[in-house]
């Protein structure tokens, strides 16, 4: 069974608007991370946000916040006031403490639009 | 230090041939992980070190791959016998240990292998 799910494979946001990328997990750790990284065309994974189980807070990072729903399992990542340098692939993914390995999603294409 | 260098950015070989990658992980960083990237997926984990010791290995490493970090700083990731579906982004990154999970981990730019 998957344990990162992203849905949505493609996006197109217009400049400056917010967009939420989805994304849910699937564990049965009550210890875990979770983190988004992007994914530039020129291949670099570039880490963007980390929201620990524990945290009550949502996570924040300049313009990109992590909307941590944990009954739901789900920690979708919102990007506001999108710029077109954002346009890239976002990966979700998630590190069960009890593991020592981070475990990535499929991945949401965004492209933002001038 | 300024990141996860890997060595070389590209590398184009035929069917049946070796070929071998570099990762120089940032330097305090004790723990050091391979991916495997192929078009339209997320990376899927291949290995990780912790210094110089190999502590698991995905079952996608088939025989054919082995990995060292001999003195626990650069580790070298070698394919013998390529294969087209070796063709892939092979990603590094980097990771302290002591509870710092929340600095997330440091990749490198990857090396996109082509076997033609």
């Known amino acids: 069974a998957q344990k990162i799910t992203q849905t949505q494979p493609g996006m197109f946001v217009q400049e400056k608007e917010a967009v939420t990328l989805d994304c849910t997990y699937d564990?049965?750790?009550?210890?875990?991370?979770l983190f988004w990284y992007k994914q530039p065309s020129s291949g670099e994974m570039i880490f963007l946000i980390y929201q620990g189980s524990y945290d009550e807070q949502n996570a924040t990072e300049g313009r990109y916040s992590l909307n941590f729903q944990k009954a739901r399992k789900s920690a979708n990542l919102v990007i506001s006031a999108s710029q077109l340098g954002d346009s890239a692939m976002y990966f979700c993914?998630?590190?069960?403490?009890?593991?020592?390995?981070?475990?990535f999603g499929k991945g949401t294409r965004l492209h933002i639009l001038p | 230090d300024t990141g996860v260098s890997q060595d070389p950015r590209h590398k184009i070989t035929k069917r049946g041939q070796n070929v071998t990658f570099r990762c120089d992980p940032i330097s305090e960083h004790n723990r050091l992980y391979w991916y495997r990237q192929t078009l339209g997926q997320g990376p899927e984990f291949l290995t990780y070190f912790q210094n110089e010791a190999q502590l698991e290995k995905s079952r996608l490493l088939s025989d054919r791959f082995s990995a060292e970090r001999p003195k626990g700083s650069f580790s070298t990731l070698e394919i013998q016998r390529t294969e087209q579906g070796d063709s892939a982004m092979y990603l590094c990154?980097?990771?302290?240990?002591?509870?710092?999970?929340?600095?997330?981990?440091?990749f490198g730019s990857g090396t996109r292998l082509t076997v033609v």
């Open positions: 564990t049965s750790d009550q210890s875990y991370g």
């Open positions: 990154a980097s990771h302290f240990t002591e509870g710092t999970a929340n600095y997330g981990y440091t």
């Open positions: 993914a998630m590190r069960e403490l009890r593991d020592d390995k981070i475990i």
